[in-house]
């Protein structure tokens, strides 16, 4: 009977206890689950759909996760840091190799670079010139034209 009683009472101060803080591994499934605005059994199962996969991956992605429930804002800001500079490395490099194409085509003066290259204005331009030259190769060829160059060579 005391037997009994002990465990009624150990059950009772269990009750009363505080609530016990989370681990590591409760608290980045919900800090997940709050990001991606889904219920942490949703986590769960991802992280177990992904551990029967790859297990490696998974807990790479586990301490990823981790990590970023750990430091909210850090990664964001570190990706938006890293983006940036990326994009305007490429900038720089796209920049750098149109004026060397422009200063190449340009007889080494870049003063003739042309920012906005405008394509369609270029095709209309030479299809004008194509459209003469025709003209011109028609005109010469024609009978009409070597009885002119005839009547002009006897005057």
Known sequence: MKR?????HHH???TLRTKKPDG????????L?????VSSRMIIIGFIVLFMF?????MMAFFAAYLWVRNPGK?????DRTVEKSRNAFDTMARSAKFNQ???????NPSYADDDLDFSDLKRKFDDLEKRTNGMEEHVSSDEYELKKEFDGIT
Do not use: P, Q
């Open 75 to 79: 990664i964001e800001d570190m990706f």
């Open 12 to 14: 009772e101060r269990h």
């Open 102 to 108: 422009t200063a190449a085509a340009g007889g080494g």
């Open 33 to 37: 689950a709050k990001k991606f605005n």
């Open 24 to 31: 590591f591994i409760r608290r980045t499934i919900k800090g």
């Open 4 to 8: 009994r009683e002990y465990h009624h």
């Open 54 to 58: 790859s297990g490696f991956f998974a």
